[in-house]
């Protein structure tokens, strides 16, 4: 099932049931162009309509995860002439910068976490895309960097929104953003960036990556999907107001069968199974 998702720069594949793998592949470094971009954002929200309950996000060349942005593609938007007077070039702009943060930001969408398995240089965009997932692995020889104020730009796509939110130290943040200095995935670990480095390369932190992907996969969908949720609204808002809306969310969740079958489980000492979060005549919903 999973390869009809697969395209023409991104392979997924489904290594363990209901654990699918999304890898970047667009040789020579994953530089993003708009059918790429394009391609990760519908991948993202056609597998949010399967039975997906973890994705693991990485690249199939070894030694780079993206080099961000296709440098050519910026430029070639950056002098793009148009008949518009700057009021209106300015419009048109904003709606492609839009289109572009719709995509990049599809895993937060998802009612699945997504965890990205990073390795190599992470470029850029890459730090907006990984930034936009639920939990961060890196291998020791991951290597970052915020690109955009070395082209001329304020990061867009992603992350000065998420990496102040996500990161416990504000003044590397500032730091590297404003710098587009290199840093290792072991200053990210420090920064609060990564849950943990894995020592070694593409393999190690994949693999440790679908581990822990196999692990959320045997919980409850709807657990899963409210747990994301609900963290999710914390982060936006006040605790009291989060309170109220956990105690509203779960007043519908706490129906579930899922809740019967994880007791029914235990007792019976075997793996819990779950129906599917949503069925296919639901799944527009």
Known sequence: MASQFSTKFIHVSEPYPHVFH???SRKPVNAFNVEFWTQYGEVFDKLAEEDVR???LSSTLPKIFTA???LSDLASLSSSQSDDDTARLAVKHMKHIKTFQYAIG???RCPFPVIAAIHGAVLGLGVDIVCACDIRYAASNATFSIKEADVGLAAD???LAYLPKIAGNIS????FCYTSQTFSAA???KMGLLSSVIEGGREDVVGAALELAKVIASKSPIAVAGTKHIISHALDNSIAANLDYTAVWNGGALQTRDIIENVSAMKARRAPTFAPLRTKATSKL
């Open 187 to 189: 200053v990210a670990e």
């Open 106 to 108: 599809a895993p937060a």
């Open 54 to 56: 973890a994705v693991v």
């Open 68 to 70: 961000g942005i296709d």
């Open 22 to 24: 999304v890898e970047l």
């Open 172 to 175: 590397l943040v500032r730091e």
């Open 157 to 159: 796509i992603g992350t």
